[in-house]
């Protein structure tokens, strides 16, 4: 399908990469429906891009890039909700903000968006530890062997 | 909205599977002991303020946060 976007344009979506969630991000909960689309230059981010409103997208990594010591611990609730069988099913993934006007680059660590890679279902869970913040800063140094091929680099915006 | 006055050791039952009792009362703070399926998502309010706050924030603000993310890789 093709969804509009106002920052991508047209973006020509796989109806099997659609991830629906089961409850919109918290703020934006009927708005049910994303795709993910690579960041460029910085490849380890991604666009994670309403269908439902061509102007909603949020900027998300995989904490697991910056982080060492971040675990997931999904309650039982949101694990079966989730329909998860198995850990390995989970694709775990952050939304990034800023603070201090842009100079401070921080990750939502106390509500990751928890995805069934699986099934394409997806919920942001809100974790009980209280070690996690909603604004956790993280330092994004340019990757070693980053290097994105040229070919990757000049493809238009893509769903992953 | 219901204003009920409990004690110390006393509860209220919410439908028929969800108990709040009071566990101690010290100063302005209280101490609660939820008992609740655990299909029911139990969260301080404050945080899940904080959630939605913050995914305002980072929806507002995501070229900000996209131009930020692609120069500090560039560092």
Known sequence: ?160 | MLVLARKVGQSIVISDNIEVLVIEVRGDQVRLGIDAPKSIPVHRKELLEQIKAENMKAAAEADTVSNAVAENAQQ
């Open chain 1, 1 to 160: 399908m093709k969804v509009a976007t106002t920052r991508f344009g047209l973006v020509e979506v796989d109806d099997l990469s659609i991830i629906k969630m089961l409850r919109g991000p918290i703020g934006f909960e009927e708005h049910v429906n994303y795709c993910l689309i690579q960041h460029r230059p910085e490849a380890r981010f991604r666009w994670m891009q309403s269908l439902d409103d061509p102007a909603l997208a949020f900027v998300v990594a995989d904490p697991s890039e910056f982080l060492l010591d971040y675990d997931v611990d999904l309650s039982e609730a949101d694990a079966q909700a989730l329909r998860l069988q198995k850990a390995e099913d989970a694709q775990v993934l952050t939304i990034i903000s800023v603070s201090d006007g842009g100079k401070e680059i921080t990750a939502n660590l106390a509500a990751p968006i928890v995805i069934n890679s699986k099934e394409l279902i997806a919920m942001q869970v809100v974790l009980q530890d209280n070690r996690y913040s909603v604004s956790h800063p993280i330092v994004v140094r340019k990757a070693r062997g980053n290097a994105q091929p040229e070919q990757d680099r000049a493809a238009q915006v893509r769903a992953a």
